[in-house]
């Protein structure tokens, strides 16, 4: 989705705060080497004494923290430019009783839109979401899927929707993908999570020979 741009709040910024807003800086790309890029998140009673100790709100490090899980949504985004044509793949593979269709490439001149579409029986569901109603059983939870190419692409879930019995979402790629598609393996993951630390084991293979 089009990301807003951002407006600065204020103008008020008492220059006395330019060296150890600088500091923070530093200690952020410190933070990261030491992590490996796997900021992971303190335990909560490091949340509360620290809190405690620096005179700070616990609900303040906690945003602060799981914002720093974010970092790559922060990142540039590659806005599709320059409509080229389409290339229809059409490959399905079936789950779980669910039909996993990548119908078609979407070529821009400087990234491609890859189309995935899931299918399903949904009576089946609108019965079982019933029973687990009537037994107080947790409702199907929202998954969050991604698509994964290897290098050289880069590739960011972009827009979804659905109805009963279909949805369907799309991710933009970067740089662009080969106007002939032949040998591209598109690998899709499902997460119990955003953060995508939390993998459901699903994962979707479709290979276009």
């Known amino acids: 989705m089009k990301r807003m741009p951002f407006e600065r709040p204020t103008e008020h910024y008492d220059k ?15 933070r990261k080497e030491v992590s490996s890029q796997n900021p992971g998140f303190p335990p909560s009673d490091c949340i509360k004494d620290w809190a405690k100790k620096y005179d700070l709100y616990e609900d303040l490090l906690n945003s602060l923290f799981s ?9 540039p985004h590659v806005v599709p430019r320059n409509y080229r044509k389409h290339i229809p793949i059409l490959k399905s593979v079936e789950k779980d009783a669910r039909l996993y269709t990548v119908t078609f490439i979407r070529q821009f001149e400087n990234a491609s839109i890859v189309n995935l579409t899931i299918d399903w029986d949904d009576t089946t569901e609108e019965l079982e979401t ?24 880069e590739c960011r879930s972009d827009r979804g929707s659905g109805s009963e019995g279909h949805n369907r979402q799309t991710y ?18 499902e997460y119990q999570d955003f953060y995508k630390s939390k993998p459901t084991g699903l994962e979707i293979v479709l290979e276009v020979e």
């Open 172 to 189: 933009i790629v970067s740089p662009a993908l080969p106007d002939d598609p032949s040998g591209l393996t598109f690998v899709f993951k």
């Open 67 to 75: 914002t720093l899980r974010m970092e790559e949504e922060f990142k």
């Open 130 to 153: 019933m029973d687990a109603i009537r037994h107080h059983r947790p409702i199907h939870p929202h998954r969050f899927i991604e698509l994964h190419l290897g290098k050289p692409y």
């Open 16 to 30: 006395r705060l330019v060296s150890l807003d600088e500091q923070l800086c530093a200690l952020l790309q410190k």
